[in-house]
């Protein structure tokens, strides 16, 4: 309303299905986490072990990877891991019609159950904030990897911190709840436990990224008061 009154004209991509689907940003950046987990490569940052053991990591092929959200970078995320030989099962509220022999649609529980990892890909909104909390991740594997690139509103992070805790549950992040108010505890979870990795909010951020969308928000611009 404040803008509206002063009569301020806002740009966003809010609605551009077509020009997000050239942003690839954010689906490469959860595949990274993804091998990042699984090969440890943050535990092996400046250290020099002769003891290479502790440092084995696990390979993507014929993991079974649930997504949740199959969305835009949901779909990205399901094409890049299919190439690396993932079993790939989506839960997604909206009903699509998508014959893929390579994926699979199964419910919530399910996909918790039978996933070694999870990578979420659903909207903050009203229905989805705390959507991963104790009442569905007592249904996941023991050490179950889950990876966060949407919005961390989305599962309640009390509930996970306990999961990691207790059941040896990995949880790799970009996001927090509240950024701009960051909670200090919370993030020395980070600090002290290994099964917690923490990024900056950084998935959507790359040269190409910034550079498409400078340009595509510019045009708008343009074109908006060329048509005036």
Same mark, same amino acid.
């Given at each position: ?18 020009? =997000?689907?050239?942003?690839?940003? &954010?689906?490469?950046?959860? @595949?990274? *986490?993804?091998?990042?987990?699984? !090969?440890?490569? #943050?535990?092996? /940052? ?18 079974? @990877?649930? $997504?949740?959200?199959?969305? !835009?970078?949901? !779909?990205?995320?399901?094409?890049? *891991? ?6 790939? *099962? ?7 019609? $998508? ?6 649609? @199964?419910?919530?529980?399910?996909? *918790? ?13 009203? +229905?989805?904030?705390?959507?991963? /909390? ?12 889950? $990876? ?5 509103? #989305?599962?309640?992070? +009390?509930?996970?911190?306990?999961? #990691? ?9 970009? @996001?927090? &709840? ?9 993030? =020395? ?20 990224? $910034? ?18």
């Amino acid at each position: 309303n404040f803008f509206k009154d002063k009569r301020v004209k806002i740009f966003t991509l809010q609605d551009e299905k077509n020009f =997000m689907k050239t942003i690839h940003a &954010s689906s490469e950046f959860t @595949v990274l *986490l993804i091998l990042f987990t699984l !090969r440890k490569l #943050v535990f092996l /940052n400046l250290k020099k072990q002769s003891n290479h053991n502790q440092f084995i990591g696990s390979e993507i092929n014929n993991k079974i @990877v649930g $997504i949740i959200g199959f969305g !835009r970078i949901g !779909r990205k995320v399901a094409k890049i *891991l299919n190439a690396f030989g993932a079993k790939i *099962l989506v839960y997604e509220i909206k009903k699509k019609n $998508i014959e893929n022999s390579k994926l699979k649609f @199964v419910s919530l529980i399910q996909l *918790l159950k039978k996933s070694d990892i999870i990578s979420i890909h659903i909207p903050l909104n009203d +229905q989805n904030k705390n959507f991963l /909390n104790n009442t569905n991740l007592k249904y996941l594997k023991k050490e179950a990897l889950i $990876i966060n690139t949407s919005r961390g509103e #989305v599962v309640n992070e +009390q509930h996970i911190s306990e999961f #990691v805790k207790k059941k040896g549950i990995r949880y790799t992040s970009d @996001v927090i &709840s509240n950024e701009n108010k960051i909670n200090k505890n919370y993030l =020395m979870k980070f600090k002290k436990n290994n099964n917690y990795i923490l990024t900056p909010h950084i998935a959507g951020l790359t040269n190409e990224s $910034i550079e498409k969308t400078d340009l595509y928000i510019f045009n708008k611009f343009i074109k908006y008061y060329e048509g005036k």
